[in-house]
């Protein structure tokens, strides 16, 4: 059974950072894919960034060089460091991984950045 578990949300003021982390029940390189997903109140969820097994990763636009999507296999983790954050930002990010035709999501973790 996939288990995983966000944190690393909180409360930060624009043009600061923060660090997400997705810590999975089994090695990460069992799925075909990582991502991240988020959602704000009243707004559609929005795809904000995947790493493939291989590697290769994709970007939103509206996140493209300020948030970078990693992972560390000895860990079982995928990261999402957020730097530049703006009141934009601010929703619930979700961990999800991808396996032969599953989706599995974790609970979430609110992020919440103050103009």
């Known amino acids: 059974q996939v288990q995983l578990v966000e944190s690393g949300g909180g409360l930060v003021q624009a043009g600061g950072s923060l660090k997400l982390s997705c810590a999975a029940s089994g090695s990460i390189f069992s799925f075909n894919a990582m991502a991240w997903f988020r959602q704000a109140p009243g707004k559609q969820r929005e795809l904000v960034t995947t790493i493939t097994l291989g590697g290769n990763t994709n970007y939103a636009d509206s996140v493209k060089g300020r948030f970078t999507i990693s992972r560390d296999n000895a860990r079982n983790t995928v990261y999402l460091q957020m730097n530049v954050l703006k009141p934009e930002d601010t929703a619930v990010y979700y961990c999800?991984?991808?396996?032969?035709?599953?989706?599995?999501w974790g609970q979430g973790t609110q992020v919440t950045v103050s103009s």
């Open positions: 999800v991984a991808f396996q032969s035709g599953n989706n599995y």
